[in-house]
């Protein structure tokens, strides 16, 4: 590899980004475009707001009762 070009993405480019293009080719239908754009989405949120996107995601459904994580709107609006 030579010194020019970049192993990792750029800064500006998100973690997100570059495992959307790494895995397996993408997905085969526009819902599960869909899908996978809204969870990226949600985990760039929960990230940018301390948040772990897996007990985020595990509270919305219905896991761990314990240690609820409250709605990302009311975090959003509580870090504006």
């Known amino acids: ?3 020019s070009s ?15 293009r790494n895995i397996s080719g993408g ?3 526009e ?3 869909k899908a996978r754009d809204v969870l990226f ?3 760039k949120t929960c990230r940018k707001l301390g948040v772990s996107f897996f ?3 595990g509270c919305r459904l219905g896991g761990d009762r ?4 409250p709605p990302l709107a009311d975090l959003v609006s509580a870090a504006a």
């Not at 750029?10 to 997100?16: D, H, I, M, R, V």
């Not at 314990?66 to 994580?69: F, I, L, M, N, R």
Request: positive net charge; aromatic residues 6%; proline residues 9%.
């Open 1 to 3: 590899m030579s010194a």
């Open 6 to 20: 970049p192993a990792r993405p750029a800064s500006s480019c998100s973690t997100g980004c570059w495992t959307k």
């Open 27 to 29: 997905t085969i239908s």
């Open 31 to 33: 819902a599960g475009r």
């Open 41 to 43: 989405g949600l985990m």
């Open 55 to 57: 007990a985020y995601l």
């Open 66 to 69: 314990a240690k609820p994580v």
